[in-house]
């Protein structure tokens, strides 16, 4: 095809960045839709049925977040070693099996047998997979690709009050084995869609192709990568934005993985809204996610990221004490409102702050390594607010000291620098490395 040389004028094909965009958002959709926003509906009815503690099951939940961050440094080098496709790949049907030997579940053995089969899963097809493969595609217009990709979680929310009646309507069993099969059969195309590197079809990040300007109206062509430029993983953990950075996800993680496990189960039990429609309100907080990500992203590429970061914290502090202590479900739609907004402007420039401050080349090692650090926040939110409800018998008091530290973790974003450039071989670089 001489695509690696550059195609010829005529021959050029279209830009195929926007497939690992539509690819990563509809493997998230998959993932968020029938477990990691279902959760909660599943919190409910195994600890009726099973007669589970609620910090049982979410540990559970926690034992998958756990191993999405041991296996960040492996996974991040087995994507720029082996290809994104193949991981994910492997990811897809690792997931169906986890699915649906969950579904066979009967013991809290097989409940954590399940947990880890699917957890592996989610891991290799998806966050790290799915960023490192679009972040290879983009650099001017990075966060606005992340944040449509993202907007896949935002729509899985309106599915979830669909499984909760389906659980309600034919079992969880059923469901789970329902899910499975979905996974397996709409992950394999969309896994294909995933590509790792722009030259190896003679393209260039954000469209056109080597040796020629884009296509877009004035556009040009952007000048050739120097991955002298870009952080090797040894060089970005001496860095302070690396670990500040990784806290402040860390902090961000465990808010929402808190609030997502348990947020129908505060809503059901301590508030007493039906399953249904208190698993409306993770809908409505997914919606505006997306309406928050439709905003962020553009707003990313253009004012700066660690701003915008530190006012989503804040809102997100604010969201969370709405959440425990207003009256009434007009309490629980201002919570989703604000909540779903910060989160879907914040969320994205996780990945894009990582790729200007050290660069694409080593994005995969250097984000699955930060994956160790950030996921102890995942971990942690859901297994302390489930504790903490079983032994006061609410969650407000578990909401409020997240909140808290929603709003301590804000600073660890402001102080967020980016990082000088490292120093290898020739003169030494002048200036911060704000790519």
Do not use: C
Not at 280 to 285: G, I, K, N, P
Not at 329 to 334: E, G, I, K, L
Not at 385 to 403: K, M, P
């Amino acid at each position: 095809m001489g695509d690696v040389h550059g195609p010829s004028p005529q021959r050029r094909r279209r830009f195929l960045g926007w497939d690992t965009v539509v690819g990563g958002a509809g493997l998230q959709f998959l993932q968020s839709a029938l477990f990691f926003q279902s959760f909660g509906v599943f919190v409910v009815v195994w600890a009726d049925e099973l007669g589970w503690t609620r910090s049982t099951i979410a540990s559970g939940y926690a034992l998958v977040t756990l191993l999405g961050g041991l296996l960040g440094p492996v996974q991040g080098w087995l994507l720029e070693r082996v290809g994104v496709r193949r991981v994910i790949l492997a990811g897809v049907v690792l997931q169906a099996l986890g699915l649906w030997a969950l579904s066979q579940i009967g013991t809290l053995g097989g409940f954590f047998g399940a947990l880890l089969l699917a957890g592996l899963g989610f891991a290799a097809s998806g966050y790290l997979s799915t960023t490192t493969a679009v972040v290879a595609w983009f650099m001017r217009r990075r966060s606005t690709a992340l944040s449509l990709m993202a907007i896949g979680i935002s729509v899985a929310g309106l599915v979830v009050p669909f499984v909760a009646a389906a659980v309600v309507g034919f079992g969880w069993r059923e469901t789970l084995r329902v899910a499975a099969a979905l996974v397996l059969l709409l992950g394999t195309p969309l896994a294909v869609l995933m590509r790792r590197s722009p030259a190896a079809y003679g393209q260039l990040p954000d469209g056109g192709y080597v040796g020629f300007p884009d296509r877009r109206p004035g556009g040009v062509e952007l000048p050739p990568h120097d991955p002298e430029n870009d952080h090797t993983l040894r060089e970005a953990l001496r860095t302070h934005a690396f670990w500040l950075l990784a806290v402040g996800h860390g902090a961000a993680l465990l808010v929402m993985s808190g609030v997502s496990v348990h947020l129908v189960a505060h809503l059901h039990d301590g508030a007493g809204y039906p399953l249904q429609l208190a698993a409306s309100a993770v809908a409505l907080v997914t919606i505006t996610s997306a309406v928050g990500q439709l905003v962020g992203g553009p707003l990313g590429d253009r004012v700066d990221k660690r701003a915008i970061a530190v006012g989503a914290m804040l809102l997100h502090a604010v969201a969370v004490l709405v959440l425990a202590w207003g009256p009434g479900w007009s309490a629980v739609v201002v919570f989703a409102l604000v909540h779903g907004v910060a989160w879907g402007v914040r969320g994205p420039l996780m990945g894009s702050l990582r790729a200007d401050y050290f660069g694409a080349s080593h994005f995969g090692s250097i984000m699955g390594a930060s994956m160790l650090v950030f996921m102890l926040g995942q971990l942690v939110g859901p297994i302390f607010l489930g504790a903490l409800a079983d032994t006061l018998g609410d969650y407000r008091w578990g909401f409020t000291v997240l909140a808290g530290l929603a709003a301590i973790a804000s600073l660890a974003f402001w102080f967020a620098h980016p990082p000088a450039r490292p120093l290898r071989r020739g003169p030494p670089a002048s200036g911060p490395g704000t790519e």
